[in-house]
């Protein structure tokens, strides 16, 4: 059950959402999408902790539908912008903690577990990324096409998921805290 969420997550951070990403509780009459914008503000469902150093800027990040339930699709989309060209040799480190007990903390081959997953071949180009639910690939974009199935059995429980990626020479791509809280049932 925790396997299933960790690679959820990681599967959101490799296509470029660039990888891990929180749900927020919305109450009834809220809309049925959230639409979050990264830059400049922050949030307390999902921080980007990366800076102007790091190889990749997210710039925007799409959930439908604004609360995920267990059981339930997700449809993602992420738009950033490649600073540096991602390489073989690129890797993930994803940490899940509930509270403050470490649950798994794994290394992912970042170019082994795009491709395995239909999302992207390494090298990545440098320019703008859009990862989307929508559409094919087009000249200026990489658009990936991934619906996301959420497991049913995904226990009560506060997470807390980091994910920081690497490009193949170990210089900083990406970073992303995320809570996750699947404390209430849905109805």
Not at 42 to 64: A, F, M, N, Q, W
Not at 87 to 114: H, N, P, S
Request: with cysteine; net charge negative.
């Amino acid at each position: 059950m925790i396997h299933t969420r960790v690679y959820f997550m990681l599967l959101l951070f490799l296509a470029m959402t660039p990888y891990a990403i929180a749900w927020l509780q919305l109450p009834s009459w809220a809309t049925s999408m959230y639409h979050f914008q990264w830059s400049p503000s922050s949030t307390d469902l999902i921080e980007d902790c990366s800076d102007d150093s790091y190889g990749v800027e997210i710039r925007d990040i799409t959930l439908t539908p604004s609360f995920p339930e267990p059981g339930k699709e997700l449809l993602i989309e992420a738009e950033g912008i490649i600073k540096e060209p991602i390489q073989d040799g690129a890797y993930v480190q994803v940490t899940v903690k509930i509270g403050v007990v470490t649950l798994i903390r794994r290394t992912f081959d970042l170019c082994e577990e795009m491709q395995k997953n239909d999302v992207l071949d390494c090298p990545v180009r440098q320019g703008p990324t859009k990862a989307s639910i929508v559409e094919p690939s087009s000249h200026d974009h990489h658009i990936i096409t991934k619906t996301v199935q959420l497991p049913k059995e995904i226990p009560k429980g506060d997470f807390r998921v980091y994910a920081q990626a690497y490009n193949y020479d170990d210089s900083d791509l990406a970073c992303l805290k995320a809570h996750v809280d699947f404390r209430k049932r849905f109805a």
